[in-house]
């Protein structure tokens, strides 16, 4: 499956390690596509990627920053949301997990914003990739 991974990078080896395609786009030097313009049509966003790269699905990750992504809600792809700072942003990621066909929240005890509009999002608590060892006592 070829995946569009917007403002963040998390998962990217991961689903690449399981055989997908992957780009990575957003704002910032550590994103294969960068973006220079405050707002961005997703038709847009998709004819600027490499080598006529055509996603099957879209991820929109939380980057806790201003929206830039427009017409979500046109385009015939799967797009899921994935909110992490729900604790904070739970009011506006509720209007954005409207134009998802998937909404997943970190923070389930924050979703209730998200009930109130009908929406039923799923709960996908954070991760770490990689084992992190413990470095003593705090």
Do not use: C
Request: proline content about 6%; aromatic content about 14%; overall charge negative.
């Amino acid at each position: 499956m070829k995946l569009l991974l917007l403002n963040q990078n998390w998962f990217a080896e991961e689903f690449r390690a399981a055989g997908h395609e992957v780009v990575v786009a957003g704002f910032g030097r550590q994103f294969e596509v960068r973006f220079e313009f405050a707002i961005l049509h997703i038709d847009s966003i998709i004819k600027a990627l490499p080598n006529g790269f055509e996603p099957d699905a879209i991820i929109v990750y939380d980057e806790s920053s201003p929206w830039f992504v427009a017409g979500l809600e046109e385009t015939s792809r799967p797009v899921l949301f994935y909110s992490v700072d729900t604790q904070h942003h739970a009011q506006l990621h509720r209007y954005l997990g409207q134009m998802a066909d998937h909404t997943y929240v970190v923070q389930k005890d924050f979703s209730g914003p998200f009930h109130e509009l009908g929406m039923s999002p799923e709960w996908l608590p954070l991760w770490a990739s990689r084992y992190v060892e413990s470095e003593g006592e705090p």
